[in-house]
């Protein structure tokens, strides 16, 4: 156990560490020595620029990367090494990682598959229902949380796309995550939608720790605890919107130019 990882020991209200966090590619740094602590029940924002190194960061924490060097911690358990499908059991669950629309499925039916995946086999992909007893109570729960009680005997394929987001909502939740890891929730969305999806997310997130790459920043603004800014894979600021909007770095590297300051205000 080397230095960084021994004083990477996090409190009780971090769920979720990251220490000295590095990923090159052909000996370009894409993600460069970064720390994180996620603090249990908070909504955690990771913005920047394009090519800041937010995803690269982001398929870090749910192993779709592996890093150079660095680790990762989960309730203070080293998981480094562990597989994304690993990490999913252990409760750090990405959304698009386990909650895919199945297009020519109910809704209701997509949330079923969801609520398999602790039940059958890791060999058996789906069982039918009726041998898994009465999971509808769960199931309009679920769908009752992300407003979609109502669309659940539907074509999940039929969908408003900004419908279809919060299933893949319900199809995550489903999996009861520790840490529930969201890559650009409102990405694609009218106005809206992102309001809709925006109030969904606030409020399934309550009990909850969520961790979010965003770029739309009224959203980010509205619900993010804390904020994380990235530049060049970096992290040159940390705090609340107020704080971050405010620091030079961010406005010189995020925006490109002071003149350009009201792009990061509500």
Known sequence: MDATHSDAVPDADIVLQARGL????????????????????????????????????????????????????????????????????????????????FPHLTVSDNVAIALQRSSVSPLKFWQQRSRLGDMSERIEALLNQVDLVSFSHQRAGDLAYGRKRALELATTLAANPKVMLLDEPTQGLGHEDVDRVTALIKRVAIGRTVVMVEHNMKMVARIADRISVLRRGEIIAEGGYDEVSRDPQVIESYLGSRSRTAGLKQ
Do not use: M
């Open 22 to 101: 590095r990923k090159e590619f052909r000996g370009f740094v894409a993600v460069g020595g970064v720390d994180l602590d996620i603090r249990r029940g908070a909504i955690h924002a990771l913005i920047g620029p394009n090519g800041a190194g937010k995803t690269t960061v982001f398929n870090l924490l749910t192993k779709f990367l592996n890093p150079t060097s660095g680790h990762i911690l989960l309730e203070g358990a080293d998981v480094t090494t562990e597989r994304p499908a690993a990490l999913a059991r252990l409760g750090l669950v990405r959304s698009f990682q386990i909650s895919a629309v």
